[in-house]
C-alpha cells in the first residue's frame, strides 16, 4: 500500500477543487442567492454524480490495463495530453473571475440536489478527466484495480466535499474577497495551470 501515492492525490484533488471552474462558481452562486443549505444540497448532488463516473471508468480502465501493457501506456500518454490541453485552456482564457445571480431562479433542496447528480453525470469531459487522472494514482500490488478505482472515486468525493461545502458556507466573505481582490483571478488561473501541468508530468513518468 503506497501511501504516499494517496496523499498527492488528495493534494492534487483538493488543489483542483480550489481552483475556480463552473461547479464550485456555481455551488457559490447558489449559496449567495439562496442559503448556505441550498449550496450545500447542490454540492451533495455534483459529488453523488462522480460515483456514476468512478464505476465507468473503474471497470473499463481495468479490464485494459489487464489486457496490456502498451494500452495502458496510451491511457497515460492520453492522460498527460488531456491535462495539457486543459492547462492550455485556462491560459487562454480571461483571468477574471467573473459572479453574477441574475440568472439563477429559486429552487427546493431536492431540486437542486437532482439538478448538481444531473449536471455532473451527463457532463463527459468528467468521465474524460477521471480516465486522465485516476490510472497514475493506483497504490497497492494486492489490491484489483477495480477496488483501487472506487478507494480513489471515494478519496475524490470525500475531498471535493468538503471543499466545495466551505466555498458554500464561506460563500459571502468568499464572494466579497473575488470582488475586492484585483489579483485574485490571476493567481488561480496560474494554480490551475501549474496544477494541471504538474499531475500531467507525474502521469506521464507514474508506472504500471
Known amino acids: 500500500m503506497q501511501y504516499d501515492t494517496l496523499l ?53 480502465v481495468s479490464a485494459i490495463i489487464k489486457e496490456n501493457d502498451t494500452l495502458f501506456f496510451v491511457i497515460k500518454l492520453f492522460g498527460a495530453l488531456y491535462l495539457l490541453y486543459l492547462a492550455y485552456n485556462v491560459y487562454k482564457s480571461d483571468a477574471k473571475v467573473t459572479l453574477s445571480n441574475e440568472t439563477i431562479p429559486k429552487k427546493s433542496l431536492w431540486q437542486l440536489f437532482k439538478q448538481g447528480f444531473i449536471m455532473n453525470v451527463l457532463n463527459p469531459k468528467v468521465s474524460i478527466f477521471f480516465l486522465a487522472f485516476f490510472p497514475a494514482y493506483l497504490f497497492s500490488q494486492t489490491l484489483s484495480t477495480v477496488t483501487q478505482f472506487y478507494v480513489l472515486g471515494l478519496l475524490f468525493m470525500t475531498t471535493s466535499f468538503i471543499i466545495f461545502s466551505a466555498i458554500a458556507i464561506l460563500a459571502g466573505f468568499i464572494s466579497d474577497y473575488l470582488k475586492q481582490s484585483k489579483n485574485i483571478g490571476l ?13 500531467a508530468v507525474f502521469i506521464f513518468f507514474s508506472e504500471n
Not at 493567481?187 to 499531475?199: D, S
Request: glycine fraction near 10%; charged fraction near 5%; hydrophobic fraction near 55%.
Open 8 to 60: 498527492l492525490f488528495v493534494v492534487a484533488t483538493s488543489a483542483l477543487a480550489i481552483s475556480p471552474g463552473p461547479d464550485n462558481i456555481y455551488v457559490l452562486m447558489q449559496s449567495i442567492t439562496n442559503g448556505r443549505k441550498y449550496g450545500i444540497a447542490t454540492v451533495c448532488g455534483l459529488i453523488t454524480g462522480c460515483l456514476v463516473h468512478t464505476t465507468l471508468v473503474a471497470f473499463g
Open 187 to 199: 493567481i488561480l488561473k496560474w494554480l490551475q495551470i501549474v496544477v494541471f501541468v504538474g499531475i
